[in-house]
Structures are given as structure tokens and as C-alpha cells.
């Protein structure tokens, strides 16, 4: 038996590039974009008391991870990508249907625009539903997951100065916490598990219309290259 859903909205994501998005929803709170609504639920009846919620939850489609052929096992990258478990054990992306969710902000809502923060959600990403976060229902106190115990741990973040002034003036241009933004994503340390790269080794992700390039001087700190203009 097959469904089909189609989407309620888009979001427009500081994240075009799965590198370098945090691996779940509120480990960068200064990760923002818009959740634009679709006909017929962009007229604003279907947002009407949504402005008293301080947080949703997203439904949402991993638009760039699906596949044909449903995988039964994953091996998610926080258990250092080479050790393999039942996918419903994770929040993999690829998985059956394609379906993700993730909590976030909820900052204001403007016509058929949803501003929303601390997402890890990729631009583009087609949102099936949108649900109010019930904080009685929704926290667990005494919940345990022994897979995901805490929050990764953070890597120390550093700038070379010239970077640290790009990023300062980019911020200004778009009015975005650009600075925050790129030192809380690359805390949790984007680069797969098993590697360590040699300090001449440079990585890059795009955040908004912004290529940020990095390095590791040592394995546990990242050193802030530059921030330039993304090639188009
Ligand atoms: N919070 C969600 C959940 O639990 O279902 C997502 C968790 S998933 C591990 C987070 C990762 O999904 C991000 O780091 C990013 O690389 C990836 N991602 C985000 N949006 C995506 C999309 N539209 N298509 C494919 N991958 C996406």
C-alpha cells in the first residue's frame, strides 16, 4: 500500500551544504532560516495562534538522502561511521520513507513565513507538517537513550584574524549572527570520526552565500581560515 504527502512548505536554510550542519536541532542556535508556506496553507489561517508557541516541531523530508531501497542498518556518524545499527536505533538520514523531524525556534511568523532558529535543516528541505512543541508532553524527565547519551563534545574554535574581520563584515551585510553561527557548527567537529587530518589539510562548508574554509593546527582545535563570496 503506498500514501502519498506533499509538502506544506520549503525551508531557506543558512545551510546549502549537508558538511558541517550540526547532526540535530538546537546545537546552533544562531543556525536560522525561513519555513516559506505553499498554497493553500500560505494565506494565514493555517498559522492563526501559532505566534503563542515558542518552539515546533518540523516534519520534514531528507530531500537529498532518499532512496530506493529501504537500508535496514546505518552507520551513523556519531558512533564513528564504521560500526553498524538497526536503522529505527538513529536518526539517520537515510531511512524508510525519507522522513526526519527536528524541534526548533520559532521566532516569528510573518504571513506565510515562519522564521525559525537552532535548525539542522539543509536549504530547500520540503516540510510535510508543522506541530506545536507541548512542553508537558513533549520533555521526558528520566529519559535515556544510551546510544546518544549527551550533546557531542565541542572542539575549541580559533580565527585567523583576517578571517574574524571577513566574517564581522559578511554579518553586517546579511544581519546575521554569522560569527556565532560558524563557531557553533564547527564545535561539534564536522569531519568524519576516523579522521585526523594532517594541519595543512583544509576543509570548507557554505553557510548562507559564504564559503568558510578551516584547518586543524591539532587534532582537537579548528582555526577559521577565511570567509569569502561562494562561487555562484
Ligand atoms: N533532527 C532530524 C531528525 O532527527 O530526524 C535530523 C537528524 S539528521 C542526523 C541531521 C543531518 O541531516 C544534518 O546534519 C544534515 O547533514 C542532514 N540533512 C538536513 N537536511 C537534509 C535534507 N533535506 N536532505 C538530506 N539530508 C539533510
Redesign the pocket.
Known amino acids: 500500500m503506498t500514501y502519498s504527502v506533499s509538502p506544506i512548505g520549503f525551508v531557506r536554510s543558512c545551510f546549502k551544504e ?1 558538511f558541517a ?5 538546537q546545537l546552533a542556535p544562531a543556525a536560522r532560516g525561513v519555513l516559506e508556506l505553499v498554497a493553500p496553507f500560505d494565506q494565514g489561517d493555517a498559522v492563526q495562534g501559532l505566534e503563542q508557541v515558542s518552539h515546533v516541531w518540523l516534519l ?6 532518499l532512496e530506493d531501497k529501504p537500508r535496514l542498518k546505518v552507520r551513523p556518524p556519531r558512533l564513528g561511521g564504521n560500526k553498524s545499527m538497526g536503522v529505527f536505533a538513529t ?3 537515510h531511512r524508510p520513507n525519507g522522513i ?3 524541534v526548533v525556534k520559532l521566532d516569528k511568523v510573518e504571513g506565510n513565513r515562519l522564521f525559525i532558529s537552532g535548525i ?3 536549504d530547500g ?1 520540503p516540510v510535510l507538517d508543522i506541530k506545536p512543541y507541548v512542553p508537558y508532553a513533549d520533555i521526558i524527565p528520566g529519559a535515556t537513550n544510551d546510544i546518544a547519551s549527551a550533546a557531542p563534545q565541542l572542539i575549541e574554535v580559533r580565527w585567523a584574524e583576517s578571517a574574524l574581520k571577513q566574517a564581522y563584515t559578511h554579518a553586517q551585510r546579511l544581519d546575521e549572527p554569522l560569527v556565532e553561527l560558524i563557531e557553533q557548527c564547527l564545535a561539534q567537529d564536522p569531519r568524519p570520526a576516523y579522521q585526523t587530518p594532517a594541519p595543512e589539510r583544509e576543509y570548507g562548508a557554505q553557510f548562507w552565500d559564504l564559503d568558510v574554509r578551516w584547518h586543524y593546527p591539532t587534532p582537537d582545535q579548528i582555526r577559521v581560515l577565511e570567509v569569502i563570496p561562494a562561487e555562484a
Open positions: 549537508k550542519i550540526p547532526r540535530q536541532p520534514f523530508l531528507f530531500h537529498q538522502a536518526r539517520a538520514t526526519g523531524q527536528s539542522d535543516l539543509l528541505t
